[in-house]
């Protein structure tokens, strides 16, 4: 019986993690290279996260405009897998999202044999 709730406890403390994990990169993220470019990447109704551009450097044309779409936890790798669609291109990009911490997270952009990494901060 010891053995059984510590079980337990172990399998609720792991539901927890993942849990925390998955809703870590929701909300208002700034680039650290760009800190007047802000996204908000949100949770929609059918379990997959999406990103949308908030604020950059003041400029209005492109307010709103869907930066990523369709990402999926995966808990073998802890990050998130989905498509990314740059504000200035009309292009699509494999992305993958990894939160480094609570406050940062690690955007790697993908098309071809062309890589470009993006470091997030998250605006509290």
Known sequence: MKYLKQI??????????KANAQDG?????KGEDKPNNHMEIFLAKNGLYYGKLVYEN??????GKQLLKDLKFDASTNTFQGTMMPPDRN????????PLNTDKIKVVAKKFLITKTIYFIKIK
């Open 58 to 63: 003041g400029k209005t044309e492109n307010l």
């Open 25 to 29: 990169i929701v909300g208002k993220w």
């Open 91 to 98: 292009l699509e990009l494999t992305v993958t999202i990894t």
């Open 8 to 17: 337990m406890a172990f399998s609720l403390l792991l539901l927890v993690l």
